[in-house]
């Protein structure tokens, strides 16, 4: 990974941060993204001591926040030329109903329209760096879940564990669109499944679901083996040039059927694209799915 440039957001704990710690042993220059400027801070000095790199940075940033994410792009775009690898990796669940600073449904802000977001924002620099790659973290929790555009943020019925499903669905539906927006760029794009983590994820929540979470992640898996499928893809050579797949363990498996729905992915992207504010970008930035 030597002289290559990764960016990752929620790189400060869990599978984000043993993600970083890996790829910056392997020598990649590595930016951080989180909302916390404390934690930034204590995980770059930290990796820089444990392997020695120095291409450490971070970017402070609420990406729940459609203009925190504008200006995280911003900020990278000002102190970085490439871009190699972006892995999209932030997130949470919110069990009680929440909205953003845009109006948005926490879930659907943070987990899908960061993504969504923040990777049209930088699909020029990926494209002048590649081959490059996309790596969006989802999960099988998608399974069972659907899309409805008629309440598609849940303001009508809201459940937390459907509104996570349905966010990871999206960023399925948004892969493997991106993926064939992208074709013949050099950049591909894929999704994966890290397994159930051990981690701080959930515990935003109050009790009894802190409770709840602490006690289901004793059966879970340790950050570092969670993170070994997305630093296989942004660093082995196997996957150079594989695109529009979801990998479990390694390994690109099929996904259910709605998934591989385009009109629905497409539908997605549309609404997306008008809620971020991207119209004025395409397709320059967003693509144009019938050429492809």
Known sequence: MHGKTVMITGGTSGIGAATARALAGM??????????????????????????????????ADLSSLEAVRTAAERFRNRHDRLDVLINNAGGIFMSRQVSVDGLEMTFALNHMSYFLLTNLLLDVLQASAPARVINVSSNAYRGATLDFDDLQMARRYSGFAAYARSKLMNILFTYELARRLAGTGVTANALHPGFVASNFGLNNGQPWKALIRLTQRFGISPDVGARTPIYLASSPEVEGVTGQYFVRNRAVQTA?????RALATRLWEVSAALAGLQEHAPELIGDARAV
């Open 257 to 261: 059927p709605i998934t591989y729905d």
């Open 27 to 60: 020598g990649a220059a590595v930016v951080i993204v989180s909302r916390s400027e404390a934690r930034c801070k204590a995980v770059v000095e930290q990796l820089r001591a444990e392997t020695g790199n120095d291409q450490l940075d971070y970017i402070v």
